[in-house]
């Protein structure tokens, strides 16, 4: 369902007050690296996403992102962060944040399912150049 993330639209059309599951979301999806909404909190979006295969480095100025893994296992590698250059690994049950600024990569030997939060309107390809990995914003699902 197409919808758009208009924060004056009512808490049902944001996802709210209502169960949703996140398996049962990502099974809609088809392609890997199309991430879509499932919900929104204040000006944030949960969105579920699955992958395979490297995506491009890239980096978001504004904003950190949250990578929650449900399935499979992610390597994000990482680029002058906090312990330098560095690979971060997350198995299902695990999480990480990735800080505003720093470089980074996801990765995927197999396919990891995994739900990302950020705030409304980030590009998913951070602030180079749109490639074909760019997905268009606020698709919802
Ligand atoms: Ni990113």
Redesign the pocket.
């Known amino acids: 369902m197409s919808q758009s993330s208009n924060p004056t639209t009512t808490p049902a059309e944001r996802g709210q007050c209502q169960t949703i599951d996140l398996a049962g979301k990502i099974a809609q999806i088809n392609k890997h690296w199309q991430p879509r909404v499932v919900a929104e909190m204040n000006d944030y979006q949960f969105k579920v996403v699955k992958v395979e295969g490297e995506f491009p480095w890239?980096r978001?100025a504004d904003t950190d992102?949250t990578f929650v893994v449900l399935e499979g296992e992610l390597r994000i590698d990482v680029r002058g962060g906090p312990s330098g250059d560095d690979t971060i690994v997350l198995r299902a049950g695990q999480m990480a944040v990735?800080p505003k600024g720093i470089e980074?990569r996801p990765r995927a030997n197999a396919e990891v399912k995994m739900l990302l939060i950020e705030p409304r309107g980030v590009v998913?390809t951070?602030d180079g150049a749109k490639g074909e990995r760019t997905v268009e914003n606020d698709q919802w699902i």
């Open positions: 890239h978001h992102e990735v980074h998913n951070g």
